[in-house]
C-alpha cells in the first residue's frame, strides 16, 4: 500500500505534505514525490528512496512554493522503486497531477487503448494510466473527466488530482483503498489515514466507495460517482497525535511492545461488567450464538496466528467447530458457507484486500460477519455485520505487537461468551478467567522488565542462518508468531513448526548451534515437547525455552530459559508472546535492520 496526502488553503502546501507524508511513510517507503500548483504550473519532485531524500531534494519544501498540493509515499507494485515510478504521474501537457494509493486491475487494457490513440508513458505503473485517462476525457470540467475516469477503472484507488487550469481546487476519490478528508483553520486536507492530518483537525470525514471529494481553501464537497451532492458527517478522533509519535522510545516497535499493558486494559475494560462479560457490539443473543454450528477465522499474516491460538480457545471453551484460513486462501477454495456458519475476519488496518475480499465473499454467501479491527472506520469495520475494536489505538510499526496482543484479547472474549451462551463452562470457570485476564496488563508488565536479559540474548543470534520455533497446540500457535516477529525486521530465516512435526522431514536442517526456540506452556504436553527438544539437542540445536514459572523440568533439555507468570493455560499466548517479540527487536536492532520499516514490507497490504 501507498500513503497519499493532500492539502489546499493559506499556508505553503509543501511543508504540510512533507510532515503529512512523515506520518504515512509506514504504509510504504520506496519513493516519495510531491506536485505544486505555483501559481502558473504543476511544480514537482519526486525521488526514489525514503522520504528525507525528497526532503533534501525541496530543501524541506521552499523549492515547491504553492498553497495547493498534493504529496505520495511508494509500495511499489507495477514499476520497480525508481524516480521515474514514484508518484506523482502526469499527463503529457503535465497540467493533470495523481497520486495513487491501490492497483488499476485493467491498466494494460486501457494503457492499450490510450496508446492506440497517441498517448506517450513515461513510466511503468499502473497509475499514469489514471492520469492519461484523466487527459482523455477532460474538456474543461474536472468532475466529468473523473466521472467518466471512474467509469472505465477497475481495481482499487484513493487518488488526490490536481487540474491545473482549476488552481483553486483539490479532488480526491476513493474505491476500496482507505481516504480521509479533513477542513483547519488555515485549508483543507485529504489523507489515507488519520496521523497525516491529526495534527490539524481532529474531525475527520471517512471517504465511502466511489465517492468525490472537492475541496477548496475554504470548502470542502462530497459527491456520488453521479455527481449529486452528499451530506457527511465527521467523526471525531479521540486518540492524540502523540499517539502517533515515538514518545522517546527508539522505534515505534518497542514503544508498541511497551503500550500492549494498557493496550490489553483498553480492550478489556468496556467488555467486562462486574464479573459478567458483555460484548454489546457483537450483536447477537445466547439463541444466536448458539445456532452457529461452525465458526470460520480469516485472516492473514499475525492476524491469522491470532486465528490459530483462538481455535483452540473457542474449541477447548466453547466444544464449537473452527476452521482457521488465511483469507488469500478462504477466498478462492470455495469453503462450505451454509446455515449455521459465521465468520470473523480480523485485521489490524482493517483495509487488508485479502481479508476484505474475504469479507465480502461471506457476505454474499449471506453468512453473518463479525469483524475483530483496530483502526476505527476502516473498510472492513464499516462492512462487517459488526464490529468488535481492539483498542490499541494507533499501530506504526509494520510489525504489530499490541494490535496482535488486543486481537487474542478479543478472541478470549469472544470464545468465553460463546461458551457461556453455549452453557460448556461453569459460572465459577467464567469467573475464574475472568480474574485471570484482569492480571494480564500486570504480568505483561513484569515480563517487559526482562528487557536486557533478551537483548543480551538476542546478540548472540543476530548472525544466526536458522532459527525454529516449535511448540504443541497453542504453544504452536505462539511459535508462528515469533517466527513471524523474528524473520520480518530481522531477515533471519525462521520457521515455527509444531513440535511433533519437526522429525518427520525439517529435522534435517538442524545444524551445531542452530537455535530452536521451544515454547512450553501447555502443562499436559510438557513432556511430549522436552522430548523434541532433545531429538534436536541431540543433533547440535541450542535450545531456548519460554515456559511457566514452576516448570523447571524443562531445565534437563533446555540451554537458556525464559519463564513466564502463571495464567490459564488458554490465555499463555498473550504472556509467551513477549519474550519472542523483545527477541525479534533486539536481533534485528543488533543487526542493525531498519526495525519500524523493514524492506518489502507495509503496514497494510491493501492489493493482493
Ligand atoms: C505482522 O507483523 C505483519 N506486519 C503482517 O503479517 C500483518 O499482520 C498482516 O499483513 C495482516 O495485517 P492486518 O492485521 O492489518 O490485516
Redesign the pocket.
Known sequence: MCGIVGYIGTEQAAPILLDGLDKLEYRGYDSAGMAVYDGEKLQYAKARGRLKILRELTHDGAKLPGVCGIGHTRWATHGVPSDKNAHPHFNEAESIAVVHNGIIENYLKLKKMLAGKGYKFASETDTEVIAHLLDYYYKGDPMEAITKMMHRVEGSYALGILFRDHPGELYAVRKDSPLIAGRSAHGCLIASDVPAILKYTRDVYFIQNEEIVRMTDQELAFFTIDQDPIEKQATTIEWDVSAAEKAGYEHFMLKEIYEQPRAVLDTLNPRIREDRIEIEELGMTDEEIRAVKRLYIV?????YHTGVTAKYVFEGLARIPVEVDLASEFRYRNPILDEGTMVIV???????AD?LAALRMAKEAGVRVLGIVNVVGSSIAREADNVMYTWAGPEIA???TK?YSTQLIAEYLLAMRFAKARGTVTEEELAGMLLDLRRLPQQIELLLDHKEKLQRFANRYVAAKDVFFIGRGLDYAISLEGS??LK?ISYIHSEAYAAGELKHGTISLIEDGTLVAAVLTQEDLYKKTISNMVEVKTRGAFLLAVTNEGNTAVEKAADYVIYIPQTNKYFTNSLAVIPLQLFGYYVALGKGCDVDKPRN?A???TVE
Open positions: 485472516a492473514c499474516g499475525s492476524a480480523v485485521s489490524q488496518s482493517g483495509e487488508t481479508t509494520v510489525a504489530t494490535a513471524l516477529k520480518e514490507l503496514k497494510s497490504v
